[in-house]
């Protein structure tokens, strides 16, 4: 079987390594990929939001399945692309149409879809730039801090949490007036504040039936103790310790059977990962957002501790089988730490020599900003190597990666030295 990854990251990069493990791989083709994935399949030069050009790479390559990484080429509706047109249309796509990829697109729809299932989430309303007033009086009805978030996708910058009413209010004028996330922000949505420990939970679904992937938790800011801008995520580990089996019971009967039955009460066709952002409020989960594809760097854990064949599940859920396939799950944990260019997530330069890479040892390094040039591997991105290691538990998973991190090295190289700090 050939299979097309599309992305460009760890993530991608992960899915890669795992699927070149598959006996049922046949050839394996990443677009656009990076230096890491080069190493173990072919990249192919391709825009993902240019779907002719996928269409073509797709057909020339005699791809059978294409596993789509990133939110924004199904956001864009690169699944209903292939099916409406004859000559892919029979081509397995993992990652949901357009229609359900509104539950990673619109922070409206999924929240009108959690209120129709009863799943528990925030309290919340929206408005738009007409309704600025009535946002005004919703604001002055909360106690802080107050939750605004950008209706669409904002690249994980659009939800922005304030102490102060008065800052709340310029907040939401400049989100709808000035569209200060361009259209993401015409609509906004403010939400009561959740206080609690976040983690996120993965299932790979064909719309009917659905497998539990390991669950994980990732470090989004930049600084150590979670202070400074929000990044693409700075580390992860998997488990989470504080998810016992009473909370895991919690997620499964109240968050995941819920979404997969509500997917099916509505007719909403879904093949791919549900994301499940959790926050634990007093012992009870609550969803804080959904993703439809999988975390990235959160991919960088979860993949290493599936032992399962990864693309006889992607086979199974792109023929709604996942009934009839079960999941192997490695006991240990894995961590990952990101190593990042100086500057991120604000402005960084590109194309530092990556030194040292041949001495790791027990860890795993996926690359998720690289290129290859002669002979030499450059960072092309603010995120740049995910170092991942297996434990026997996240602080003796960590150690490895953290040892491993000290025979790295490329010009304005950073990493956080406390993933996991608050478990
Ligand atoms: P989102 O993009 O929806 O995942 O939100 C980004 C981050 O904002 C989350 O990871 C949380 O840390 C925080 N957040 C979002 N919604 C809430 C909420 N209702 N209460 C507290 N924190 C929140
Ligand atoms: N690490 C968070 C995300 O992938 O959205």
Same mark, same amino acid.
Request: no cysteine; proline share 4%.
């Given at each position: 079987?050939?299979?097309?990854?599309?992305?460009?990251?760890?993530?991608?990069?992960?899915?890669?390594?795992? @699927?070149?493990?598959?006996?049922?791989?046949?050839?394996?083709?990443?677009?656009?990929?990076?230096?890491?994935?080069?190493?173990?399949?072919?990249?192919?030069?391709?825009?993902?939001?240019?779907?002719?050009?996928?269409?073509?790479?797709?057909?020339?390559?005699?791809? &059978?399945?294409?596993?789509?990484?990133?939110?924004?080429?199904?956001?864009?509706?690169?699944?209903?692309?292939?099916?409406?047109?004859?000559?892919?249309?029979?081509?397995?796509?993992?990652?949901?149409?357009?229609?359900?990829?509104? @539950?990673?697109?619109?922070? !409206?729809?999924?929240? *009108?879809?959690?209120?129709?299932?009863?799943?528990?989430?925030?309290?919340?309303?929206?408005?738009?730039?007409?309704?600025?007033?009535?946002?005004?009086?919703?604001? *002055?009805?909360?106690?802080?801090?107050?939750?605004?978030?950008?209706?669409?996708?904002?690249?994980?910058?659009?939800?922005?949490?304030?102490?102060?009413?008065?800052?709340?209010?310029?907040?939401?004028?400049?989100?709808?007036?000035?569209?200060?996330?361009?259209?993401?922000?015409?609509?906004?949505?403010?939400?009561?504040?959740?206080?609690?420990?976040?983690?996120?939970?993965?299932?790979?679904?064909?719309?009917?039936?659905?497998?539990? @992937?390991?669950?994980?938790?990732?470090?989004?800011?930049?600084?150590?103790?979670?202070?400074?801008?929000?990044?693409?995520?700075?580390?992860?580990?998997?488990?989470?310790?504080?998810?016992?089996?009473?909370?895991?019971?919690?997620?499964?009967?109240?968050?995941?059977?819920? +979404?997969?039955?509500?997917?099916?009460?509505?007719?909403?066709?879904?093949?791919?990962?549900?994301?499940?952002?959790?926050? &634990?409020?007093?012992?009870?989960?609550?969803?804080?957002?959904?993703?439809?594809?999988?975390?990235?760097?959160?991919?960088?854990?979860?993949?290493?501790?599936?032992?399962?064949?990864?693309? !006889?599940?992607?086979?199974?859920?792109? !023929?709604?089988?996942?009934?009839?396939?079960?999941?192997?799950?490695?006991?240990?944990?894995?961590? +990952?730490?990101?190593?990042?260019?100086?500057?991120?997530?604000?402005?960084?330069?590109?194309?530092?020599?990556? +030194?040292?890479?041949?001495?790791?040892?027990?860890?795993?390094?996926?690359?998720?900003?690289?290129?290859?040039?002669?002979?030499?591997?450059?960072?092309?991105?603010?995120?740049? @190597?995910?170092?991942?290691?297996?434990?026997?538990?996240?602080?003796?998973?960590?150690?490895?990666?953290?040892?491993?991190?000290?025979?790295?090295?490329?010009?304005?190289?950073?990493?956080? +030295?406390?993933?996991?700090?608050?478990?």
């Amino acid at each position: 079987m050939n299979v097309l990854i599309i992305g460009s990251g760890g993530r991608e990069h992960a899915f890669a390594w795992k @699927l070149a493990q598959s006996p049922k791989i046949g050839n394996l083709f990443v677009a656009p990929g990076n230096a890491g994935t080069a190493s173990i399949a072919t990249n192919l030069a391709v825009d993902m939001l240019d779907f002719q050009a996928v269409k073509k790479a797709v057909l020339q390559h005699q791809i &059978n399945l294409v596993l789509v990484g990133p939110e924004i080429p199904l956001v864009a509706g690169i699944h209903d692309y292939f099916l409406s047109d004859k000559e892919l249309k029979h081509i397995a796509v993992i990652g949901p149409q357009q229609y359900a990829a509104q @539950l990673e697109g619109s922070k !409206e729809f999924a929240k *009108e879809f959690m209120m129709r299932h009863q799943i528990p989430t925030a309290a919340y309303q929206s408005f738009t730039v007409e309704q600025l007033q009535e946002g005004f009086s919703f604001l *002055e009805t909360l106690s802080p801090p107050y939750v605004l978030k950008a209706d669409g996708l904002a690249a994980g910058k659009g939800v922005v949490i304030l102490e102060d009413l008065h800052d709340a209010k310029e907040e939401l004028k400049s989100m709808l007036q000035d569209q200060k996330f361009g259209a993401a922000s015409r609509k906004v949505v403010i939400e009561e504040f959740l206080a609690g420990i976040e983690m996120s939970s993965f299932v790979l679904t064909d719309g009917k039936n659905y497998v539990t @992937l390991p669950n994980a938790k990732d470090y989004k800011r930049i600084g150590e103790n979670d202070k400074g801008l929000n990044t693409g995520g700075m580390g992860a580990v998997s488990p989470v310790s504080f998810a016992n089996d009473d909370f895991l019971l919690k997620v499964e009967e109240r968050v995941i059977k819920r +979404t997969i039955n509500g997917l099916k009460q509505d007719n909403i066709p879904f093949v791919g990962f549900v994301f499940f952002g959790l926050i &634990n409020v007093d012992g009870n989960p609550m969803v804080i957002e959904y993703n439809v594809r999988m975390g990235d760097p959160e991919t960088e854990v979860v993949i290493p501790r599936i032992k399962s064949d990864f693309l !006889e599940l992607l086979i199974a859920a792109s !023929e709604q089988k996942l009934d009839q396939v079960s999941i192997e799950i490695d006991n240990r944990a894995a961590a +990952t730490v990101m190593l990042v260019s100086g500057g991120y997530p604000e402005s960084y330069q590109n194309g530092k020599e990556i +030194t040292g890479l041949e001495k790791v040892t027990n860890s795993i390094v996926f690359h998720a900003g690289t290129k290859n040039l002669d002979d030499k591997i450059l960072t092309h991105g603010g995120r740049v @190597l995910a170092i991942t290691s297996y434990g026997a538990d996240f602080n003796d998973a960590l150690r490895t990666s953290y040892k491993n991190i000290s025979k790295i090295d490329f010009e304005g190289m950073y990493y956080r +030295t406390d993933i996991g700090f608050d478990l």
